[in-house]
């Protein structure tokens, strides 16, 4: 949802006079088509069918990747605001776009803790600490 409000955003400005905001366009859309083909993926459960993909290991890589692209497309585009626009509605898309750059950057973040936590097999339930702690 944040990666769909920073691209819709974006989108409703006259972005292409400005190069920054291809960058910004870029990295919003692919990643959230990324993260629309892995959620489909599991609701599907299609990552217990390939099985022999190190999944815990890819969504790391990707969220890290993810949070990076993230940084570069808030910076740039929190830098190309510009608040003397004579177009005041741009202005004040493009700006609601780098707070939801920065919020979506920061969910990766999180996203890249968890997926480590999960890879390396420190995420663990209740259920599966009762069991452990008892025998």
Known sequence: VL?????????????????????????????????????VTYLLQLHQKFYMVPWPLVLMI???????????????????????SWRQWDYNRRAAASFFACVTMITYGVSTFFSFRAWKGLGSNAATSQVTDHA
Do not use: D, E, K, R
């Not at 819709?8 to 859309?29: D, E, P």
């Not at 990747?65 to 808030?74: E, G, Q, R, S």
């Open 62 to 84: 990707c969220n890290a990747v993810a949070t990076v692209l993230y940084l570069t497309a808030f910076v740039t585009c929190a830098a190309a605001v510009q608040p003397t």
């Open 3 to 39: 990666g769909l409000l920073v691209w819709s955003l974006i989108a409703a400005t006259t972005y292409h006079l400005h190069a920054a905001y291809g960058w910004v366009m870029f990295v919003s859309l692919f990643f959230w088509i990324l993260t629309l083909l892995f959620l």
